[in-house]
């Protein structure tokens, strides 16, 4: 079956990145980017449209004649807390926040295929998931904890990440592991001020900081991928006021911790806490007790690509004649859609190249490349039309064997 997209619906598709462009919604506040997205679905004679999943997600489904498998296709809608530089003419229109993700561009090749999908499946169906606060990790889990999730919930899944300093199109597949693990570790120090003149009155936390923030980062030295892979990265740290006259009585430490399994992740998390401990009894024995406070945040778990929808999107690209980087390692950077392979989706975390000179995400110049849209939709059509327009045939591995 044959679906394709007119010169003139991938204009309106670029009209609409752009529009949403200048409209960046960060984590949580993706209100008037899911309504848009609402009118979008509309337009394109969605059977049933879901909103405030897990937030502000959106869903919408596109019914075969046949029963058949629920394959989801999602996308993120939120932008990020960084103020843009650019001198286009839809850069950003709200201080302080941008699409410099890419956020944007994923949206509209989704919906682009709600657009093809006016030639519904043979058989089955597709839920399209605009997803709400990808950034911080907290969306995925949202969706997957609504009440309405069984209504909607896959058994195949698959989404999309563009990738600066990759040839444009390009098709990146990764088996096994594609998405590190990560997590936020903000420690906050509490003490006792006193007068700069006499700082023995009071209790600073200056001494524990000082230690976390030399053997916190020797946790996670990076270096090679493999399943030991840590990486433990200081990224804020704030000692009392901004004052000549107050000895500090408070203090804040944040690091990210990074692994390539989520049982590195754990060990990590038992090794900080350890050093959090080892640190305010060394305090404690020089005089003054200070104590502490640990919260996690931005909690993104290990994303792991299921083998037979992996080959799905390998015999879709060679099918369209992209070229294809088989990753030998995963990416550094977290996502939270390894949440449905864990929650028993057959999924995969596709990388599409968007052009080899593109500035790194959320870089203030990065821009989503409005060229790479059409090959993003039809590499999801053809997957959709792989599961559900065919006669089931068995799926041959194209890549290597998982190791």
Known sequence: MTRSLSDTQFEDLQSLRRELHQMPEVSGEEVQTAARVVQELEHAGADRIWTGLGGHGVAAEFRGAQEGPTVMIRCELDALPIQEISQEPYRSQVEGKGHLCGHDGHMVMVLGVALALKKRPASGRVILLFQPAEETGAGAAGVINDPRWPELKPDFAFAYHNVPGRPLGELGLRRRVSNCASRGMKIRFSGKTSHAAAPEDGVSPAMVISDLMQCLPALGPGGKM???????????????????????????????????????????????????????????????????SVTWHDVFLATVNEGSALDLAAQAAAKLGLAVNVMDQPMRWSEDFGRFGLDGAKAAMLFIGSGEAQPQLHNPNFDFPDVLTPIGVRVLIEIVAQLLDGPGAAVVPTLAPDA
């Open 226 to 292: 493999g399943a030991d892979f840590a990486l433990a990265t200081l990224t804020h740290a704030q000692l009392g006021e901004a004052s000549f006259g107050i000895a500090p009585g408070a203090g804040e430490l944040r690091m990210t911790l990074r692994s390539q399994t989520d049982a590195r992740m754990d060990q990590l998390v038992q090794e900080a806490e350890a050093q959090l401990a080892g640190a305010l009894a060394r305090t404690d024995e020089q005089g003054g007790t200070v104590s502490a």
